[in-house]
């Protein structure tokens, strides 16, 4: 199954991977409500794990704004929910066959400003596309991380994992095959908004996109140099995931 797996991720560029258990997802769930929750002003509905999915409807632009910022959007992790990304066997043995060991750090790439955060990972909400159409980033490489061009391919992997929103309707929109391509450094757009550069649509166009249908603790394992992106929300409950970077710890 390993093997099966390896196989698929060197083809293809990602796999999905069974990380998580219910109760780790929960806990990784309240952390976050957690987070929000410090952000949003004490007359305003606080979330909870029921009503999360609702988020949309409860928050107003100026907390919302608030909750995404930059500088807020982010949770610590701990033991718990580091264990199971350094135990298993697959992401071991992905890291072994691209970089020849597996060792890494979990870092978040929060702001272009301020250095990169150790055991912490970013969260990302999104709401339902026809309420909300600016909530998701275009498609785009994980490679460029921090806003620079790169092009060492060793340097990182990212994982992506559902909080809220399995079904292909809400999952994260990847390019299959994708990472074997070279793809020009011409090909991103000139724009400065995004943190990971996005790529022009014309480029693009050329490339077939899937989403995944996961369950609760799946994650998506992918490729720096997969394109990934433009994931609207097209279900009516709003998105949450975050996205883990794990780094090679030969560059850092
Ligand atoms: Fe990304």
Known sequence: MIKKKLNQFIDKGFCIIDLYSKNEHKYLLSKIIKKINKNIPAKSKKLSAKNL???????????????????QRYISLD???????????????????????????????????????????????????????????????????GGKKNTN???????????????????????????KFKHPLSSISKQKKYISMVLNKNYVKRFKFIRPNL????????????IHGSSKNLGSKTRVSIDLRIFNNTYS
Not at 53 to 71: A, C, G, L
Not at 94 to 107: A, D, E, L, Q, R
Not at 215 to 226: A, D, E, S, T
């Open 215 to 226: 369950k609760v603790g799946q994650v998506i394992f992918f490729h720096p140099n997969l």
């Open 53 to 71: 999915k609702f988020y949309h409807s409860y928050q107003d632009k100026e907390v919302h704004d608030k909750v995404i910022k930059n500088t």
């Open 79 to 145: 033991k718990k929910l580091i264990m199971p990304i350094i135990k298993n066997k697959l992401i071991q043995k992905i890291s072994n066959h691209h970089w020849g060991h597996s060792k890494f750090s979990i870092k978040w790439v929060g702001s272009l400003k301020k250095p990169m955060k150790l055991n912490t990972t970013g969260f990302r909400i999104a709401r339902p596309e026809k309420l909300s159409s600016k909530d998701v980033g275009g498609e785009h490489l994980d490679l460029h991380y």
């Open 153 to 179: 391919q060793k340097k990182l992997f990212t994982l992506w994992c559902p909080i809220v929103g399995m079904s292909k309707n809400y999952t994260l929109r990847i390019s299959p095959g994708s990472h």
